[in-house]
C-alpha cells in the first residue's frame, strides 16, 4: 500500500470519482477540487504531496493554476492531464517547472506507477531539504567552539566571505580542518541549498583529472564508453571544492583558469560550450606562491584562486582548543562505543597539552578514538594513550645509546611499572583488590609494589 495526499484537480466529476476510488485502494489520501481556483485553496490548506491536474477546466485552467502554484513555491509535484491537441502546453510546463504529463485517455496503471514516482520523488526531497537543515544548522557561525584568538580571526573572516561569490583559496598543513572550513563557507553562503562537490586533484592522473573535472563525450578516449557528467557540471548553483589544488597539472590549470574567468567550458571530446553557475573553493597544504616561482603553478590561477586566502593555523599554535577538541571527541567516540567516560585524567590531558601534533587536528581524533577502545575505567589515564606522547620517549626518540647513559635498565622498569601501578591505583579509587586484579598480580605483590614506590595514598578520595 502507498501512502501520501493526491489532489485530483478536473471539472469532470467522473473523472474525479473513478480516480478518487482508484487511487483510495492504492492507500492514498485522495482530495478533490473542480478548476484551478479551488485547486489553489485546497492546495494551500493541506499541503498534497502531488497535484493531479487537467489543463482545460473553466474559471481558472490548470496552466494559469500551475503558474500561481509556481509563485507560491508551493512543494507538490504537479502532473498534468491534457488531449493531445495540447501537448505543448503540456511540454512547456514541464520545462517550467512540472514533474510530468499525461495524455487522456490515460491508462490507470500508467498513472499509478507515474503517482508513485512522484510521491518517492517528493519524499526524497523532502528528505534532503531536512538534511540540509541539519547541515545549515550544523556549520552555523554561531555554533563555533574555540578559545584560539586566532581561529576567532578565521572564523571573522569566513563569516565576511561566505555569504559572498569571491573564490577562496584555504591554506594550511594536513589535518588542520581545512575542509571543515569549506563546509563552513557553503552552508552559510546563498548556496546552502545548492550540492557541495568536492574532488582531490592529487588522487587520479592528468587523462582521468581531466575528465572528472569536465566530464566527456562518449567515444572521446578509448575507455568512454557512454557520457559522462563533470563535477563543474554537477556543482552547478553550488560549490566545488578543489582538493589538493598544489597538484594540479599544469595542462588542466589552463582550462580552469578559463572557467573562473569565463564562466564555461566544453567536456573532453565534445564541442558544446557549457556554462556554470558555481563557486570555486581550493584547498592546500603546500605553498602555492613558492610553487609559482619554481614554474610550478601558473601565477594568473594563483591569483584567481587566492581572492580570499584563509590560513588554518596548526594545532600547536591554537593549545587552547586542545583540552575542547579532545573533550568533544571523547564524546563522540564513547557514544560510537557504547562506553561511558567521564573525562581525561590531569595528567593525561597535560601530555595531550604538551603535545606537538604534527598530525594536528586529525591526529588528535585518532588518539583519542584509540584512548577510548584502550581504557577500562570511567577515565582516560595516560597508559590509555599512545607511548610517543610521553615526555621521556619524545626526548629520547632519534637519539643514540648516549643519551641512555645514566639511567640504567632496571631505572627505566621501575620507572614504568611505578607509572602504571600509580594509574590503575588511580583508576580503581585505591581499590587494591581491583586493582591487583585488573595488573594481574597477587595483593601482596601489589602491596610491596605500593611501599617499594611509596604510593599508599594514591587513588585515595
Known sequence: MQTGKILVVDDEESVRAMLGVVLRSEGYEVLEAEDGQAALAIGRREQPDVILMDIRMPKMDGMTAFRAMRQEQTGAAVILMTAFATVDKAVEAMKAGAYDYIIKPFNIDEIKIMLRRAVENRRLAAEANLLRQELTAHYSLDRVLTNSPRMRK???????????????????????????????????????????????????????????????????????????????????????????????????????????????????????????????VAATNRSLPELVDKGLFRQDLYYRLAVVTIEMPPLRERREDIPLLARIFLQKYA?????????????????????????NIRELSNVVERAVIMSTGRMIFPEDLPRHLSPEPQSRQGQGPASWQGESL???????????????????????????????????????KIEEYNLAAEGDE
Open 154 to 280: 578565521v572564523y571573522d573572516t569566513v563569516a565576511k566571505v561566505a555569504p559572498t561569490q569571491a573564490t577562496v583559496l584555504i591554506t594550511g598543513e594536513s589535518g588542520t580542518g581545512k575542509e571543515l572550513m569549506v563546509n563552513t563557507i557553503h552552508y552559510n553562503s546563498p548556496r546552502a541549498s545548492g550540492p557541495l562537490i568536492k574532488v582531490n586533484c592529487s588522487a587520479l592522473p592528468e587523462t582521468l583529472l581531466e575528465s572528472e573535472l569536465f566530464g566527456h563525450e562518449k567515444g572521446a578516449f578509448t575507455s568512454a564508453a557512454s557520457k559522462r557528467i563533470g563535477r563543474f557540471e554537477l556543482a552547478d548553483k553550488g560549490t566545488l571544492l578543489l582538493d589538493e589544488i598544489g597538484e594540479m597539472p599544469m595542462a588542466v590549470q589552463v582550462k580552469l583558469l578559463r572557467v573562473l574567468q569565463e564562466r564555461e567550458f566544453e567536456r573532453v571530446g565534445g564541442s558544446q560550450t557549457i556554462k556554470t553557475d558555481m563557486r570555486v
Open 335 to 359: 557514544q560510537e562505543a557504547g562506553r561511558n567516560l567521564d573525562d581525561f585524567d590531569p595528567e593525561a590531558m597535560a601530555l595531550l597539552e604538551a603535545y606537538r601534533w604534527p598530525g
Open 410 to 448: 632496571r631505572d627505566l622498569i621501575k620507572e614504568t611499572e611505578c607509572a602504571i601501578i600509580r594509574a590503575a591505583l588511580r583508576r580503581n579509587k585505591g581499590n587494591r583488590m581491583k586493582t591487583a586484579r585488573d595488573l594481574d598480580m597477587s595483593r601482596r605483590a601489589l602491596q610491596y
